[in-house]
């Protein structure tokens, strides 16, 4: 799937939050509202959602069976709790594994019913797509950053040089200026400069990024074997969201001046 944005080329702040967990007990919630806060445009990714103590879910952990009672409305209030300071900042949300299971088995679009209650309408792309960002210049010639994302890590191995993940994608999506992917919470950000031949059989070389992204579920705070990354062995991860900077490039790079060319700064905001 495909979500064209059309912005003005100016700069802002852009925070891709994937795996929030939101209603998890070990969600860092103050620390997400902090970057929502901090940011000009928001995309929400895979499992926002923990959604995982209702009734007939084996992945359930509570004991306390008034959690369960009323669970489907506790997600939405929450959601929108939470949400509803930010809700004209949201230009896209994304699918994940949490949101895919639930809805399975209880037949509830969380997302759905949340942004009815918000009254917004972001574009929803899934487990996997694509964000075309398209910049007003002012000039005759259109200029677009481009970024693929999937719900899912591609691939955790590492090689004595590069990653085996960021250059599976870069094969498969080679027109994408960034690469994220999501789900194992590893906070991975590689810088790449590529090779692009131009119309006029020249090479160019640009920037782009591969990033896999972390969460905002402290699994250091879960007993043993109620994580992710526990039982997997992963190792812990830090806590915090992909801030993506577009900025305006430096005229140096654009001495031509046809384009006000924006060029992105992905880090973790931890």
């Known amino acids: 799937m495909i979500n064209v944005i059309q912005l003005k080329a100016e700069p802002f702040k852009l925070l891709w939050a994937n795996d929030v967990h939101m209603d998890s007990v070990h969600c860092k919630r103050e620390q997400f509202i902090r970057d929502c806060k901090e940011a000009d445009k928001i995309i929400i990714s895979g499992d926002f959602w923990d959604c995982m103590e209702g009734f007939g879910d084996r992945r359930a952990s509570s004991k306390d069976p008034e959690i369960r009672k009323h669970y489907i409305n506790g997600l939405i209030e929450l959601g929108v709790k939470v949400l509803t300071p930010f809700k004209d900042k949201i230009i896209g949300w994304n699918g994940g594994n949490h949101e895919l299971s639930f809805g399975k088995f209880s037949d509830v679009d969380l997302t759905d019913l949340v942004c009815q209650i918000l009254g917004i309408n972001p574009p929803r792309l899934g487990m996997r797509g694509y964000y075309v960002f398209n910049f007003d210049s002012g000039k005759p010639h259109a200029h677009s950053q481009k970024i693929y994302f999937q719900h899912n890590s591609g691939s955790n191995g590492k090689r004595s040089k590069g990653s085996l993940a960021a250059d599976l994608l870069a ?74 900077e577009f900025k305006l490039a430096p005229e140096i790079d654009r001495p031509n001046n046809r384009h006000r060319f924006m060029t992105m700064n992905p880090y973790f905001k931890l």
């Open 171 to 244: 094969g498969e999506h080679p027109t994408a200026d960034m690469w994220i992917t999501e789900h194992s919470h590893r906070g991975t950000i590689v810088p790449i400069k590529a090779a692009e031949l131009t119309n006029v059989h020249t090479l160019k070389y640009v920037n782009k990024f591969f990033a896999n992204g972390i969460t905002y579920k402290a699994a250091d705070e879960a007993k043993e074997g109620d994580t992710f990354e526990q039982n997997k062995a992963l190792g812990m991860c830090p806590i915090g969201g992909l801030i993506i």
